[in-house]
């Protein structure tokens, strides 16, 4: 019997199902006879309990059962007939209007896959960064391997804070004569000249000797973290406690030692840190790339997205919104009242983009092979000290795999649409790539 399909809107459908009632009752029954054999009741011997008390107990959601296993059954095999691709559930009522005799009739009203045409991917134009590893880019990180390891000593009283300085301090900051949250504290450290505070802050110690006390104003940036202050100017009192100075290890060979290289040879240091480095920047730019080459993608394609799946994606986002919260302290997180509709453009986006995608793969082979995925797993191990045992954490998991698989695959179209696509290169500084500017 050919099914009958009917459009309501753009994705939406509907058709109807129909269940013989004699099946019905007899799959019930059997169901009731089986439940028989266990059910306990006052008065009887297990298994000898009545049916009409079994029926009595269990009759209505043994029926509620069987009706939604058949259901499901019939909805699956309709679908299939009509060559329909069903995103999400169905929904089912009861079919209103007289049904045939001896059968029961249902709706189910559902949403199917939207078809994705995508754009000449000839006409994409996207910017493919690239960035070089170089000398000034080893010495920055040798520097902060030794920062990493310094060691701090109190200056004499009559030497005021410098750049590199560990200063201990108490302050206390008002906006219009009035203390604020987060404006005060006492013993509190910080680096001088090393960005951990607002500039004009630093600014204001810097010089300072231990024991000097100071009052100035420092205006809050409008996009500072803190919403209360933002924008506004306060008045800071500040006393310096303590003046420490900063005292950087020798570049010797018992340094590199300590960093696990045997030799203790600084060419041996330097190799090792462009090694790592170059595996970073290559990750970065990968990302990066892949991004851009994925923006692109998205101005190629335009169709309508099933209700079911943003709202799936929403929901995600939520609870990953939620469980963020939960690990950052707050209390009740999960009953945290969270607008749904803040997700939803970033849920459509993300819906969308995974339709292209899979289209993409589908059409042109991209799948990930055994061979990229045990290449991107090893490349991901070397950057631990016992690459092996990586190897076989990754390779153990199948969800693990499942998330190696999707970067693999993402990584193949990307490259895949550059390989296409109009390409412009935009050369980066080491800097730039890894937001050290500045």
């Not at 011997?45 to 009595?56: D, E, L, T």
Request: proline share 4%; no cysteine; charged share 30%.
């Amino acid at each position: 019997m050919a099914i009958t399909v009917e459009t309501l809107d753009k994705l939406e459908r509907r058709i109807t199902l129909s269940l013989a009632a004699d099946a019905l009752k007899n799959e019930v029954d059997a169901r009731l006879k089986k439940l028989q054999r266990t059910t306990k009741a006052d008065g009887f011997r297990p298994g000898k309990v009545p049916m009409n008390v079994v029926a009595q107990r269990y009759g209505y959601s043994v029926q509620y059962e069987v009706v939604n296993d058949q259901l499901g059954v019939a909805f699956a095999k309709a679908a299939h007939e009509a060559g329909l691709r069903v995103a999400g559930q169905p929904t089912i009522s009861e079919k209103e209007g007289d049904a045939a005799e001896g059968q029961l009739q249902f709706d189910a009203t559902f949403e199917v896959y939207p078809e994705v045409a995508i754009g000449d991917l000839a006409s994409a134009e996207v910017e493919r960064a690239t960035a070089e590893v170089n000398e000034a880019a080893i010495d920055r990180t040798v520097e902060i391997l030794r920062k990493q390891r310094r060691t701090f000593a109190q200056r004499p009283a009559t030497e005021g804070a410098a750049d590199g300085d560990r200063v201990t301090i108490d302050f206390e900051g008002k906006i219009d004569g009035v203390p604020f949250d987060g404006g005060k504290a006492e013993g509190f450290q910080f680096l001088v000249g090393e960005g951990q505070m607002l500039e004009a802050f630093e600014k204001a110690v810097r010089g300072m000797k231990a024991g000097e006390s100071k009052t100035f104003p420092l205006a809050f940036p409008e996009d500072y973290h803190g919403k209360d202050v933002a924008g506004k100017e306060a008045d800071f009192l500040v006393t310096v406690k303590k003046v420490e100075a900063q005292n950087l290890p020798e570049l010797n060979e018992e340094f590199i030692k300590s960093l696990g290289l045997a030799d203790g040879s600084i060419d041996t240091l330097r190799a090792d840190i462009k090694r790592n480095l170059e595996r970073e920047v290559k990750f970065r730019i990968a990302a990066r790339n892949k991004a851009a080459a994925m923006e692109a993608l998205l101005k190629l394609v335009d169709f309508d997205l099933p209700k079911a799946l943003v709202d799936a994606e929403t929901e995600r986002l939520l609870e990953g919104a939620r469980a963020d919260l939960k690990a950052r302290g707050i209390p009740d997180a999960d009953k945290a009242p969270i607008p749904a509709e803040m997700f939803k453009p970033q849920a459509e986006r993300r819906v969308r983009l995974g339709l292209t995608v899979a289209e993409l793969v589908k059409a042109n082979d991209l799948a990930a092979k055994p061979e990229q995925l045990q290449a991107h797993i090893n490349e991901l191990a070397q950057s631990y000290e016992q690459p092996a045992q990586v190897v076989a954490w990754y390779m153990s998991d199948r969800q693990r795999m499942a998330e190696v698989e999707a970067v693999v695959i993402e990584g193949n179209v990307a490259d895949f649409i550059l390989s296409k696509a109009k390409v412009t290169d935009k050369p980066l500084s080491f800097e730039e790539l890894m937001g050290q500017q500045g």
